[in-house]
């Protein structure tokens, strides 16, 4: 039986009878996060939002992918109602109050927006949500960070070649001015595309996330070089129009994994190790980071399989031209999102086929200590946050970083009294301050993901990430909190106490 606690219907209504919050450290442990520290939690609009037609909203590549074929995603699954949070934001911002949170992550759906992704036709009914969206978390005291793309591409852009077109460079640009002009006047925080990594390997090598091709060892690699351009593009629209009055922060989001060698003193598995982190964390950020270029470990192992398999012609990976605008620099600060983590050693090639999996050669293992948190893939190491932290301090010279998805899933049964999850946060919250207190990482915020169980992609709503439970057989899509949502409105308190003056 469960305790989760409903919420009201009420508090979102008193929040502009407050004054900013005063924050004060809690004695003792609580000085490992600082003052201003981020406590947040993230959601994805095509998510949570529904109304997939409502009010003048075009199609995405996910209304597509969903819609088109069967055998996509769990159970024949979609997105069309989803939280329904197009209709019930209100509900949405009563579950960021409960929590106490500081901070609230969103993405835009681009095609809400802009129904066929240009600026020749801006949607006002999208433009008003979001408007209301923003000055209702800034009337709570709640901050936004706004992601542009978290993998919900307009489907009319992708009819004219979506990221693989060089074209999509000025058009994403443009999306992206529109919205700084739109929203940047309250809008401090920027995220301008949500793991590039999993858009490009997902949806356009594995096809088991939208646009859904298959395309091994060359679209990946066009895709990835495509969005690396588009963000520095709009990052440096908003450094040069937008930054002096607004005075925001921009990056992208680059998800990794936590990689170490299966055996420490074995050369080719620290080897390997080196290979799957420039596959996954260097492809993106070591040119924004470090070099302004892809990290030489990788192209030379793609190139090294390109001569092996006899595929002529110039590298799979695409490089940077002097038309390009200059990508390194172009991060305001580390945007992280981390799940897991895996030992490595040489080997998962594919064969005789070109990829992303036969050029790094490397097989990912799981330690049969780690437990396993809901699906296969996700092993629970907090241990694991605090060295990647170190790890990007030390080889991206020392950026400001927000953890800006970390998650716990639950599947099958339903567990309101979801302990599993509530130990995870606990231990993952203190390994972050250990990370800032005894590492020197520069920590700025945390984000849980998520705030409410949601479309999890392909897997559906068969996995449940939310400190929230959201009832979808119920057509009023009631939002229960989880004891892990009760647990972490109680870490923010102790970590972070804020006295709120009326």
Not at 200 to 208: P, V
Not at 222 to 250: C, E, I
Not at 256 to 277: H, Q, V, Y
Not at 369 to 381: E, F, K, R, T, Y
Request: net charge negative; hydrophobic share 35%; with cysteine.
């Amino acid at each position: 039986m469960s305790t989760g606690v409903h919420v009201t219907q009420t508090s979102h209504l008193r929040c502009n009878r407050y004054r900013t919050c005063v924050l004060s450290c809690v004695p003792g442990r609580g000085n490992m996060f600082p003052p201003d520290f981020a406590w947040g939690a993230a959601t994805a609009a095509h998510q949570i939002e529904g109304g997939w037609q409502a009010d003048g909203k075009g199609p995405s590549i996910w209304d597509t992918f969903c819609h088109q074929e069967k055998g996509r995603v769990f159970g024949e699954q979609n997105g069309d109602v989803s939280c329904n949070s197009y209709e019930l934001w209100e509900k949405d911002l009563e579950c960021i109050q409960q929590l106490g949170l500081t901070h609230y992550r969103l993405s835009l759906s681009w095609a809400r927006l802009l129904p066929d992704g240009t600026t020749r036709h801006v949607n006002q009914k999208g433009v008003q949500y979001y408007n209301k969206v923003i000055d209702d978390l800034l009337s709570c005291n709640v901050s936004p960070m706004i992601t542009l793309y978290h993998f919900d591409l307009p489907q009319a852009l992708q009819d004219q070649g979506g990221w693989k077109s060089q074209e999509i460079v000025p058009l994403f640009d443009s999306y992206a001015r529109f919205c700084f002009q739109t929203f940047g006047d309250r809008v401090k925080l920027w995220i301008t595309i949500n793991e590039p990594y999993v858009c490009a390997k997902l949806g356009h090598e594995d096809g088991i996330h939208a646009p859904g091709l298959k395309e091994a060892g060359i679209s990946a690699y066009l895709v990835g070089h495509n969005m690396l351009r588009a963000h520095a593009t709009a990052w440096h629209s908003y450094d040069s129009f937008y930054r002096p009055k607004q005075k925001g922060a921009v990056s992208l989001a680059i998800n990794s994994d936590w990689f170490e060698p299966l055996d420490p003193g074995c050369k080719e598995d620290i080897a390997a190790t080196e290979r799957d982190l420039a596959f996954t964390l260097g492809w993106f950020a070591w040119p924004v980071f470090v070099t302004g270029d892809y990290p030489e470990t990788m192209r030379s192992a793609i190139d090294s399989q390109s001569e092996k398999l006899g595929y002529g012609g110039s590298s799979r990976l695409p490089s940077f031209s002097k038309d390009d605008p200059t990508v390194l620099g172009t991060a305001d600060f580390f945007a992280l999102n981390y799940y897991t983590s895996r030992k490595v050693k040489p080997g998962g090639d594919s064969g005789q086929m070109l990829g992303i999996k036969s050029d790094r050669n490397a097989e990912e293992v799981l330690d049969p200590s780690w437990p396993i948190s809901g699906v296969s893939w996700l092993a629970v190491v907090p241990s694991g946050l605090r060295k990647l932290l170190k790890y990007i301090k030390d080889t991206l010279n020392n950026p400001a970083v927000y953890i800006t998805e970390n998650g716990f899933s639950q599947v099958g049964p339903l567990q309101m009294e979801d302990v599993e999850r509530c130990e995870f946060y606990k231990d993952t919250i203190f390994e972050v301050g250990k990370a800032i207190e005894e590492d020197g990482v520069d920590v700025r915020g945390y984000f849980a993901w998520s705030l409410l169980d949601n479309f999890e992609w392909a897997d559906g709503f068969s996995v449940r990430f939310g400190l929230f439970h959201v009832d979808f057989s119920d057509a009023k899509r009631s939002r229960t909190i989880y004891r892990s949502g009760q647990e972490y409105a109680k870490t923010i308190v102790k970590y972070k106490r804020a006295i709120c003056v009326q």
